[in-house]
């Protein structure tokens, strides 16, 4: 048996450099910061359901790719007979699977998982496809999970900014108050070189033992929608890109069925 060292390589470096974006600390807070600012996983959930059940009105299972810590799969669970999980992150994924016991959340890339079976639908959700560094990235992403599809099945990606929606230099912040504790987080998002964005934030937290701060950086690809479909017909899949504001930050859905 021969090993491909090129794509050991490559997951070990997309391993240590998402390790380094969803830290055990980013990973403690995530939850409370994000339903902090309002998001509303059940509601994106059942908009997903209904966007596959649309078009695959039978359909049973469900994979979620880069399911982070599990929130998405907690209505997903409800909605479909079987769902699984693929996270890289193993603090996001120690996370996924205290919260959804018995569903299996699979360590994996997101450009080379197999999970070695196949599901009427796979998702990718908030924006994660955003953090390929280019095209053949992002087409290798999407032809992974369109592998795990049968004929007819359904592929729905969040894509993160357009290029031409992308403000550079914003500037954002959160306060957010749990039972135990205070954090707070502020960032600026800006392009580096070409379509190369750059998020720094740095995050305060106060709690019974103290104050801590920590800083966190993630770099995003700016790819434009033809990119995107691009992406879905290699894989051999139909596609259309849905206006929505139902699901993150109205950054809309690419919903392809494999032909």
């Known amino acids: 048996m021969t090993t491909d060292m090129s794509a050991t390589a490559t997951r070990d470096d997309e391993g240590a450099r998402k390790a380094n974006v969803y830290s055990a600390e980013v990973s403690e807070l995530y939850d409370l910061v994000y339903k902090g600012r309002g998001k509303n996983y059940a509601h994106e959930s059942a908009v997903v359901t209904e966007l596959v059940r649309a078009r695959r009105p039978g359909a049973a299972s469900l994979l979620d790719v880069a399911c982070g810590t599990g929130e998405h799969l907690r209505t997903f669970r409800l909605m ?149 479909t691009a992406a879905f017909r290699r894989a051999g899949c139909d596609v259309e890109y849905i206006e929505s504001g139902d699901i993150g930050d109205g950054r809309g859905l690419f919903v392809g069925v494999r032909q």
């Open 80 to 228: 479909f007979d079987e769902v699984e999980g693929v996270e890289l992150s193993p603090t996001m994924r120690a996370g996924a699977s205290v919260k959804v016991p018995g569903v299996a959340v699979h360590d994996g890339d997101i450009r080379l998982f197999d999970t070695g079976r196949t599901y009427d639908a796979v998702c990718s959700l908030f924006g994660t496809v955003g953090y390929m560094t280019d095209t053949a990235e992002l087409e290798a992403a999407v032809g992974r999970m369109a592998a795990h599809l049968p004929t007819g099945g359904v592929l729905i990606v969040e894509p993160w900014y357009f290029p031409d929606r992308f403000i550079d230099g914003h500037i954002a912040g959160d306060l957010v108050r749990g039972a135990d504790r205070t954090v707070t987080r502020v960032m600026r998002v800006a392009r580096t070189t070409g379509s190369t964005v750059r998020q720094e934030s740095h995050w305060s937290v106060a709690d019974a033992t103290g104050v801590r701060h920590f800083d966190q950086v993630q770099i995003f690809t700016l790819f434009e929608p033809d990119d995107y």
